[in-house]
T-cell receptor, first 114, second 116 residues
Framework: GEDVEQSLFLSVREGDSSVINCTYT??????LYWYKQEPGAGLQLLTY?????DMKQDQRLTVLLNKKDKHLSLRIADTQTGDSAIYFC??????????????FGQGTTLQVKP | GAGVSQSPSNKVTEKGKDVELRCDPI?????LYWYRQSLGQGLEFLIY????????KSGLPSDRFSAERTGGSVSTLTIQRTQQEDSAVYLC??????????????FGPGTRLTVL
């Protein structure tokens, strides 16, 4: 089946690192994504990783993928107050690769305290 | 256009009424998606359009929900005889193509539907 799970809330202090975790059940997933949703705004793609990779770094963002455990994480270095938002993990299962349909987790609310 | 736009931004309706939600995708994007974001839930896929192909309606929760995409551009999501459980934010996204490989979906700001 297709299921994506995330913890619902994370609170960190400004300047610390944040790690948001996600688990998924469909081992056929081709791409895995992290989206950010700020209040009143649509979702913005932050980064993505192809399933044959185990790590991707993009400036302050590091994505780690453990295919064996079906675990994805997003690390934000030097977290800023502007990073406060809801972060969604999403996958494209192989069976949906001809549509690009995304399966989303519930979202993790990141609160950054000054 | 500059991005995906949706209208209205907010809609309050009474139980049993029909509603129409509109999405204008980014010009030139052939793929269009509708998702629903309910309180405390993740985003739930509803329907997908790709060019002139038959839409993937596998995510529509009931036959009260339908969607059209006219001329391969603007899409309308219609909910008939609305129920309180239909209250949610309805998000539209478009991408250059939905076919295989990584395709970034660009999301609109959503329509917040409240059914009283």
């Amino acid at each position: 089946g297709e299921d994506v799970e995330q913890s619902l809330f994370l609170s960190v202090r400004e300047g610390d690192s944040s790690v948001i975790n996600c688990t998924y059940t469909d081992s056929s997933s081709t791409y895995l994504y992290w989206y950010k949703q700020e209040p009143g705004a649509g979702l913005q793609l932050l980064t993505y990783i192809f399933s044959n990779m185990d790590m991707k770094q993009d400036q302050r963002l590091t994505v780690l993928l453990n295919k064996k455990d079906k675990h994805l994480s997003l690390r934000i270095a030097d977290t800023q107050t502007g990073d406060s938002a809801i972060y969604f993990c999403a996958e494209t299962p192989f069976r949906s690769s001809n549509t690009g349909k995304l399966i989303f987790g519930q979202g993790t609310t990141l609160q950054v305290k000054p | 256009g500059a991005g995906v736009s949706q209208s209205p931004s907010n809609k309050v309706t009474e139980k049993g009424k029909d509603v129409e939600l509109r999405c204008d995708p980014i010009s030139g994007h052939t793929a269009l998606y509708w998702y629903r974001q309910s309180l405390g839930q993740g985003l739930e896929f509803l329907i997908y359009f790709q060019g002139n192909s038959a839409p993937d309606k596998s995510g529509l929760p009931s036959d009260r929900f339908s969607a059209e995409r006219t001329g391969g551009s603007v899409s309308t999501l219609t909910i008939q005889r609305t129920q309180q459980e239909d209250s949610a934010v309805y998000l539209c996204a478009s991408s250059v193509t939905g076919i295989a490989v990584h395709n970034e979906q660009f999301f609109g700001p959503g329509t917040r539907l409240t059914v009283l």
